[in-house]
């Protein structure tokens, strides 16, 4: 089973940026379109940002120009560059393939957008 460490959350002003990255821990991850997911308390976990092997990128229209995903997959790493971030950004930050999700979730990384 793979597993993912997500990291880089933090506390943030808004229109700060953020730097989030997910870690494998096997390389077979490149094989998949892989995603970046939020969720609030109370809410549905949302999918925010897709990647796909080709490196083809989709995003939810709420952060369509702010955050770009990216891979690296020497370092079977992806990554969530988020700019120009605003307190409805706030959420618990996770990674995973797309949907159906073929992984365990990780713990997720928590990103506070507050002044």
């Known amino acids: 089973q793979v597993q993912l460490v997500e990291s880089g959350g933090g506390l943030v002003q808004p229109g700060g940026s953020l730097r989030l990255s997910c870690a494998a821990s096997r390389s077979d991850f490149r094989l998949n379109a892989m995603g970046w997911y939020r969720q609030v308390p109370g809410k549905t976990r949302e999918q925010v940002a897709l990647?796909?092997?080709?490196?083809?990128?989709y995003y939810e229209d709420s952060v369509k120009g702010r955050f770009t995903i990216s891979r690296d997959n020497a370092k079977n790493t992806v990554y969530l560059q988020m700019n120009s971030l605003k307190s409805e950004d706030t959420a618990v930050y996770y990674c995973n393939t797309n949907l159906p999700v073929r992984y365990a979730w990780g713990q997720g990384t928590q990103v506070t957008v507050s002044s």
């Open positions: 990647i796909t092997p080709g490196d083809n990128t």
